[in-house]
C-alpha cells in the first residue's frame, strides 16, 4: 500500500522556522521525483520545490529560493522541506507528492497545515 506520511505542520510566528517531513511506503522511492506543494485558502494548489532521484536536481518555486530547502534521504524514504524567514503569505496547506521518473504515476500526501501568524 503505497502511503505518504507528512508531518512539522503547525503554528509559528512570523520570521520562525519549520521542518516538513514526508515519509514514504509502498514504492521504491529513489526512482521517484518528490516535490512539495502548497495551496493556500481559496486559491490553487501551487509547486514549491521538488528534488529528483538525483540529488543535483532541484528546482524553486522562485519566491521562496532563498528561505526553503528541499532535500531527501533515500535510505529513510524521506523528503524535507526546511523552511525559514516564514511569512503569513506562507500559510497554507503543504503536500507531498511522489511522480515516477519514468512512467510519471503520482501519489499525494493528505497534507500539514502550515500557519504564520501573530
Known amino acids: 500500500q503505497v502511503q505518504l506520511v507528512e508531518s512539522g505542520g503547525g503554528l509559528v510566528q512570523p520570521g520562525g522556522s519549520l521542518r516538513l517531513s514526508c515519509v514514504a511506503s509502498g514504492f521504491t522511492f529513489s526512482t521517484y521525483v518528490m516535490s512539495w506543494y502548497r495551496q493556500a485558502p481559496g486559491k490553487e494548489r501551487e509547486l514549491v520545490a521538488s528534488i529528483g532521484s538525483i540529488i543535483s536536481s532541484i528546482n524553486y518555486r522562485d519566491p521562496v529560493k532563498r528561505r526553503f530547502t528541499i532535500s531527501r534521504d533515500n535510505g529513510k524514504n524521506a523528503v524535507y522541506l526546511q523552511m525559514d524567514s516564514l511569512r503569513p503569505a506562507h500559510t497554507a496547506v503543504y503536500y507531498c507528492?511522489?511522480?515516477?521518473?519514468?512512467?510519471?504515476?503520482?501519489?499525494w500526501g493528505q497534507g500539514t497545515q502550515v500557519t504564520v501568524s501573530d
Open positions: 507528492k511522489a511522480v515516477h521518473v519514468r512512467n510519471k504515476v503520482d501519489y
